[in-house]
């Protein structure tokens, strides 16, 4: 129900008017200018009905006090018994919405009432629609970074850039409905884990855009990262299945303010690198501006030779057997060796493993996997590529072997599972196939 304000000094009109609105809204009164003002503070109401006359402060100096105190708009309509043109002419230059003169029929009163709060409600609508993303209900790409660049200028907090891991896939795999879904779902988690005083906002896509205001330590970031992540994989389980393959989650980079300065642009390019550096290191997490190491803050600004190149890209502390990757680094792998096998005709042939559960089966399925993986890492060369593709199901590309040689491959690593503790309770059937 809407609240109106009334605020006249005339007793018996106060009363009148009062019981005429009471009818269909909420009502507060008060007999003063300085009583309204400490009334609205405590009420907040929808719109102020006030008499223009009144000793101490006029219905003007109380409209112009409420709009200097609240910055804002606030619906002012105007009791008054004067007839005076100037009068009204005044009023309206000031602000007010409406007049009413002094004695006024009931049913006109709530007419142009009614007639007001619909107005407001219009504009309200309007200025909603231009600050908001119509899809998840945030706030949108210029609205959300203009309150943020105002926060980074006069707050303390954190700035995150948000970016939706493996999103592509639900809209590729499970058409664009699903994936409206999951960012709705999305919007609707990360405005869980950020409190009223914080800004979210939808910079378009699959990318967001947030302000934590006075968070100082990263043990802050470090759960909402797992808050996020976790919701929203068990939001694509709850819409696509158990069995959903999608490695949906968050990659989230983040910067301190001030402490890394209070121009927004910057900010954002810094939280922007730290973002990058989650992504390339298998996603689903955070990472602080200040946690990068000096080498990878000057890389937008320093140039290197061919070596120093090489030593940055170069994998680290190489391990026997496969290339164990996770599935959008797999992905990656299998849309570049499928670019190379068009030009020079390469024989890649792949794996699909699928593990069962047998009636005995005393571990989760989850652990059967786990030990499959170790299984196909230790059976394979360091150039065979593996990943987990489900639940239940793993994944090998083979490079330069062909499908009539596959079959020494297969019974190698079956001969290795029969072996492993696992394959008493569980079963593993497979599909070859080549690359395309």
Not at 258 to 287: R, S
Not at 362 to 386: K, Y
């Amino acid at each position: 129900m809407k609240k109106i304000m009334i605020v006249d000094d005339e007793k018996i009109s106060l009363i009148m008017t009062n019981h005429i609105l009471s009818s269909l809204y909420a009502t507060v009164c008060a007999s003063s200018g300085d009583e309204a003002i400490q009334l609205f503070k405590k009420e907040r109401p929808d719109m102020v009905l006030s008499d223009l006359r009144m000793p101490g402060m006029s219905g003007y100096e109380l409209q112009q006090a409420l709009e200097k105190d609240f910055n804002e708009g606030i619906p002012f309509m105007f009791m008054t018994a004067d007839t005076d043109e100037e009068t009204e002419s005044r009023g309206f230059e000031n602000g007010a919405m409406d007049f009413i003169h002094k004695p006024f029929r009931a049913d006109v009163l709530l007419k142009r009432v009614g007639n007001i709060l619909q107005t407001v409600e219009k504009i309200q609508g309007l200025k909603m629609a231009a600050v908001m993303d119509p899809m998840t209900g945030l706030l949108n790409k210029s609205s959300s970074e203009n309150e943020i660049a105002g926060l980074c200028q006069n707050a303390s907090g954190v700035l995150m850039m948000i970016d939706l891991d493996s999103f592509k896939l639900v809209n590729d795999m499970y058409g664009h409905d699903m994936g409206d879904k999951i960012l709705i779902r999305f919007a609707e988690i990360l405005k869980a884990v950020v409190r009223p005083i914080d800004v979210v906002g939808r910079l378009g896509g699959d990318e967001f855009i947030a302000f934590c205001q006075n968070v100082s330590e990263d043990i802050v970031i470090e759960k909402k990262s797992r808050f996020i992540n976790k919701y929203i994989l068990d939001a694509a389980k709850e819409f696509m299945g158990e069995d959903m393959t999608i490695p949906l989650g968050a990659s989230i980079g983040c910067v301190f303010v001030p402490k890394e300065g209070t121009d927004f642009a910057a900010l954002h390019k810094k939280a922007d690198k730290a973002l990058y550096t989650v992504k390339q290191n298998g996603k689903h997490g955070y990472m602080f501006y200040t946690d990068l190491s000096e080498d990878g803050k000057k890389e937008e600004s320093q140039s290197t030779d061919l070596s120093a190149v090489v030593k940055i890209l170069s994998e680290r502390n190489k391990g026997r057997g496969a290339f164990n990757l996770g599935f959008d680094q797999f992905r990656t792998a299998y849309q570049f060796l499928s670019r190379l096998n068009m030009n020079y005709q390469k024989e890649i042939s792949m794996l699909l493993f699928t593990l069962k559960e047998k009636e005995n089966a005393a571990i989760p399925i989850e652990d059967a996997v786990d030990e499959f993986m170790g299984v196909l890492s230790s059976s394979l060369r360091q150039s065979d590529i593996i990943t987990q593709g489900g639940k239940n199901q793993c994944i090998v590309i083979l490079p330069e072997t062909s499908l009539q040689n596959v079959s020494n491959v297969t019974e190698r690593i079956m001969e290795n599972w029969s072996q492993a503790d696992s394959s008493a309770m569980f079963s593993v059937s497979f599909e070859k196939g080549i690359l395309e």
